[in-house]
């Protein structure tokens, strides 16, 4: 398996868009030279990616050469980082101010930093004509307190990949919509096939999949003063959905004690009929489990009433304290253009953030012969009128899905009433939001 199909799962599934990337840890980084100049008296870029070398070492190479380019005073310096090193380096390198002038992070983990002012803030240096050339929601999805702090790059949002022939021995010709369907498909799948509808996991420090569809039902997490806003009719209803499955025996007893991983697991050995998923994880299941594969297709995102859907970003940010800050921003908007956005998704079989990308063909048209991966592509980008960051960026957001997974676990476990756990869970943030 590459390293990019490793860390789309990971981007996908652990989260809610933003996932294990908000438990930080400090180490070592990679040194940095304040006003660093070359010796031909250019100015240094220093730009960090995660985890996207060799794969896209060529795509790199050219695009920093064509940038010099077109830009003769500044030369860029291109440092990838590991996908589990990215958070402590750049933590410890922004606390000792020698962090790089442009960092790939993501909305979840850079909007920490946000809180403390460590990124410029963009709201004023970027033109109104260019910020609209990106997506709206996804603009919006680095905003914190009224202030942009990161440029949209490339995107990725779930599909409901589905065994057909499962649903078939069930008397079912197509795949759920919404959470109210998948409850009826659940109960037929049972009862037709023994096996579960799916699997989404409540350990707390894992996905963020059942708080997002908290989101999709219609919850308000937070208020504006961010104060618990679940404790409503709209959020008993989802607290008593994920509880109402689990003690139906619908949903496999291992929500409670395993990850996302086990999802997957689950899927390729044909013991769940749905799997959430980005488009391009079609090929890992045709390399892992090619009979599952056959059966399988694509559907739109599993969603509630709100019909909402969810979008997970990767975005580039400029450290406050860049002694480039003019190329900085310059270089952050040459590798999110449409033009290079483009090239960048069809080759890492993401979606781009800007309006015109996502409007070529290639992500609207599947080929006469398409691939399961060409259609679910073509899926995935048709959900972007309606999909967001849907836990968006806020502080403290993995204690909240902390607070809400653990009483959501003790109902569950009937060691509390539904709403026993949802004022509890109230009191629990409160507390300490």
């Known amino acids: 398996m590459n390293r990019i199909s490793r860390w789309k799962k990971a981007f ?165 919509a919404t959470y109210t369907e998948l409850a009826t498909a659940a109960k037929l799948l049972k009862d037709k096939t023994g096996k579960y509808a799916f699997f989404a996991t409540v350990v707390p420090g894992d996905s963020g999949e059942v708080l997002e569809s908290f989101v999709q039902m219609g919850v308000n997490l937070t208020d504006a003063d961010g104060k618990a806003a679940f404790n409503t009719p709209q959020g008993k209803a989802a607290f008593e959905y994920w509880v109402n499955l689990y003690k139906n025996g619908l949903i496999p007893k291992e929500v409670l004690t395993e990850g996302h991983r086990h999802a997957i697991d689950l899927y390729q050995r044909g013991d769940t009929a749905v799997l959430a998923s980005g488009a391009e994880f079609l090929n890992n299941i045709a390399t892992n489990a090619p009979t599952i594969a056959k059966a399988s297709a694509s559907s739109t995102q599993i969603t509630g009433d709100t019909g909402k859907k969810n979008v997970a970003v990767m975005n580039l940010v400029i450290p406050k304290d860049t002694d480039v800050a003019e190329g900085a921003l310059k270089f952050a908007l040459y590798v999110t253009n449409d033009a290079n956005q483009l090239t960048f998704a069809k080759a890492a079989n993401v979606l781009p953030s800007t309006v015109k990308a996502l409007q070529d063909p290639y992500f609207n048209t599947a080929p006469a012969n398409a691939t399961p991966v060409d259609k679910a592509r073509v899926v995935s980008a048709q959900q972007m009128k309606d999909a967001e960051v849907l836990v968006p960026a806020m502080k403290n957001v993995k204690k909240l899905q902390k607070v809400i997974y653990d009483n959501l676990q003790a109902a569950m476990l009937e060691q509390k009433t539904v709403d026993q756990a949802i004022n509890d869970a109230t009191t629990e943030w409160n507390s300490q939001s």
């Open 12 to 176: 996908l599934f652990a989260l809610c868009g933003l996932m294990l990337s908000w438990l930080v840890s400090c180490g070592g980084t990679p040194a940095n030279n304040p006003q660093a100049t070359t010796a031909s008296g250019k100015q240094e870029i220093e730009f960090w990616t995660m985890q996207l070398q060799p794969e896209f070492t060529d795509y790199f190479n050219t695009l920093i050469a064509q940038f010099e380019q077109e830009n003769s005073a500044y030369t860029v310096r291109w440092v990838d980082v590991p996908w589990a090193d990215m958070e402590r380096k750049i933590l410890t390198a922004v606390s000792a101010k020698t962090a790089p002038d442009v960092v790939n992070l993501n909305p979840g983990f850079a909007s920490q930093l946000a809180e403390r002012n460590a990124w410029m803030e963009l709201n004023e240096k970027v033109p109104e004509d260019v910020k609209q050339l990106y997506l709206p929601n996804i603009w919006k999805a680095s905003t914190l307190n009224g202030k942009t702090f990161g440029l949209p790059w490339y995107l990725t949002t779930r599909v409901a990949i589905y065994n057909t022939d499962l649903f078939k021995r069930s008397g079912m010709d197509k795949p759920p």
